[in-house]
Antibody
Framework: EVQLVESGGGLVQPGGSLRLSCAASGFTFSSYWMSWVRQAPGKGLEWVANIKQDGSEKYYVDSVKGRFTISRDNAKNSLYLQMNSLRAEDTAVYYC????????WGQGTLVTVSS | QSVLTQPPSASGTPGQRVTISCSGSSSNIGSNYVYWYQQLPGTAPKLLIYRNNQRPSGVPDRFSGSKSGTSASLAISGLRSEDEADYYCAAWDDSLSAVVFGGGTKLTVL
């Protein structure tokens, strides 16, 4: 059974940093593109970033380019999202997802950017 | 403003058939597969349809997807109260090199 478990969310001040992690199990992690998708409170889904199987290709939504970095560790079956220079508009539930577009989703982790 | 356009709301009575549309362009729906998701309140999205019209195992055949040109549709037949949820379409966009989502459609079962 495919399982994706996010962690690392929380409350952070504007301008601060946070690192999200996603632990994957139930499939061969190194064989799949992985994504981060977010959902602001009461809003729709927004794709944030994705990364190729070997990490050689990465894509980002314009609003996070230069601030967020997606990475993976295939030896640890883990996906990461390093978020710097956080803004209030980054407040959202962040989902880890497999495939592009996603087929499997984690349960999400809430990131709140507020002073 | 979402790249893919969905109606914000839809409704139907139990047993009825409803359809939700998703409109895009040649760079997304016109040249790539369409995916549909169901999101129940307070939960993560769940894949309903992939590759335009394929259902993952466990998804009832009451749910069906279709695509024509730069538009796609999700149809739900035999509507049930538990189908009340938000529905999203998605596709890869070749011009943006990004996954694009519709704004979501809130389905109400009257």
């Amino acid at each position: 059974e495919v399982q994706l478990v996010e962690s690392g969310g929380g409350l952070v001040q504007p301008g601060g940093s946070l690192r999200l992690s996603c632990a994957a199990s139930g499939f061969t992690f190194s064989s799949y593109w992985m994504s981060w998708v977010r959902q602001a409170p009461g809003k729709g889904l927004e794709w944030v970033a994705n990364i190729k199987q070997d990490g050689s290709e990465k894509y980002y939504v314009d609003s996070v380019k230069g601030r967020f970095t997606i990475s993976r560790d295939n030896a640890k079956n883990s996906l990461y999202l390093q978020m710097n220079s956080l803004r209030a508009e980054d407040t959202a539930v962040y989902y880890c997802a497999r495939d592009i577009p996603p087929r499997y989703w984690g349960q999400g982790t809430l990131v709140t950017v507020s002073s | 403003q979402s790249v893919l356009t969905q109606p914000p709301s839809a409704s139907g009575t139990p047993g009825q058939r409803v359809t939700i549309s998703c409109s895009g362009s040649s760079s997304n729906i016109g040249s790539n597969y369409v995916y549909w998701y169901q999101q129940l309140p307070g939960t993560a999205p769940k894949l309903l349809i992939y590759r335009n019209n394929q259902r993952p195992s466990g998804v009832p055949d009451r749910f069906s997807g279709s695509k024509s040109g730069t538009s796609a549709s999700l149809a739900i037949s035999g509507l049930r109260s538990e189908d009340e949820a938000d529905y999203y379409c998605a596709a890869w966009d070749d011009s943006l090199s990004a996954v694009v989502f519709g704004g979501g459609t809130k389905l109400t079962v009257l």
